[in-house]
């Protein structure tokens, strides 16, 4: 029964991080051919991923909790991380059911790491036309670079960012 659950959360997660692969090479493309309305689109679609995700997180820590009272272990969970918790419950599995579950295990981590690239790429593209920009527009405009304006026009200082900038009450 745990390694059925067990099975079939990882399998779980590793199709929502596909598909969160998916979106990111959408958001992407959204970002590289600036459609600002797909780009919130994909960054809803990102968020129930990542709500379903948590979901499923704590379904995967129900279920380690589960096996600790199962095998009466009170080392398992004070002692070890989510990984070591997983590895200690995979452990005491038959070898044919710990060599599939640490193989979804195995590429469920991999996929995880492809898309926290993907997106540190990404991020990494975004600041470097951010500074791009910032660094064009103080050598264009000198005398304007850096100021900020109300919705009437008026110019307003960095440093009142808490302050209430509407003039009615």
């Not at 990111?24 to 960054?43: C, G, P, Y």
């Not at 129930?48 to 995700?53: H, T, V």
């Not at 064009?136 to 000198?142: K, Q, S």
């Amino acid at each position: 029964m745990i390694y059925e659950k067990c099975r079939n959360i990882l399998l779980q997660e590793s199709e929502l991080i596909q598909n969160a692969s998916a979106v990111q090479e959408k958001i992407r493309l959204a970002v590289t051919s600036r459609e600002l309305t797909d780009f919130e689109n994909h960054l809803n679609a990102m968020n129930a991923i990542e709500s379903k995700l948590i979901v499923l997180e704590d379904e995967r820590e129900k279920l380690f909790t589960v096996f600790e009272t199962l095998v009466h272990e009170r080392h398992f969970s004070a002692t070890l991380d989510a990984k070591g918790r997983f590895y200690t419950l995979v452990s005491m599995l038959p070898e044919n059911q710990r060599n599939d579950l640490t193989s979804i295990y195995r590429s469920l981590k991999v996929e995880t790491i492809k898309l926290r690239m993907a997106n540190e790429a990404l991020m990494a593209y975004l600041n470097g036309v951010k500074e791009t920009l910032k660094d064009f527009f103080a050598l264009a405009f000198p005398g304007r670079y850096g100021k900020m304006y109300t919705n009437q026009g008026t110019s307003f200082s960095h440093d009142m960012r808490c302050m209430v900038l509407n003039s009615s009450f």
